[in-house]
């Protein structure tokens, strides 16, 4: 089993930076394909991006493309999420997920294990 927790969420101004991170439990964490997600308040929880276990393949949400980067350190068991150019539009729970695959994937009914959230706030 898999735990997963978020940090570095926070408020921010447009146009501003944040970098989240999810620290996973446990010694299987480059087993596992990581994503994120994010959920605005009345919405369906939306894919951000994903990363394979390796971390060599990526792939990213068309609103998130040229704007997010998520990377992953398996020495460490963390997946970050570095956000730039940060638009109200982007204020959301953001959610981390592994899933026993090879690429992290845009469905989220594939992730196993999910974390509790953090939240984002941008302001315009």
């Known amino acids: 089993q898999v735990q997963l927790v978020e940090s570095g969420g926070g408020l921010v101004q447009a146009g501003g930076s944040l970098r989240l991170s999810c620290a996973a439990s446990?010694?299987?964490?480059?087993?596992?394909?990581m994503g994120w997600f994010r959920q605005a308040p009345g919405k369906e929880r939306e894919f951000v991006a994903g990363?394979?276990?390796?971390?060599?393949?990526?792939n990213y949400a068309d609103s998130a493309k040229g704007r997010f980067t998520i990377s992953r350190d398996n020495a460490k068991n963390t997946v970050y999420l570095q956000m730039n150019s940060l638009k109200p539009e982007d204020t959301a729970v953001y959610y981390c997920?592994?899933?026993?695959?090879?690429?992290?994937?845009?469905?989220?009914?594939?992730?196993?294990?999910w974390g509790q959230g953090t939240q984002v706030t941008v302001s315009s």
């Open positions: 446990g010694r299987t964490f480059s087993r596992y394909a």
């Open positions: 997920a592994a899933a026993a695959g090879v690429v992290g994937t845009s469905k989220p009914e594939l992730y196993d294990y």
């Open positions: 990363i394979s276990r390796s971390g060599v393949i990526t």
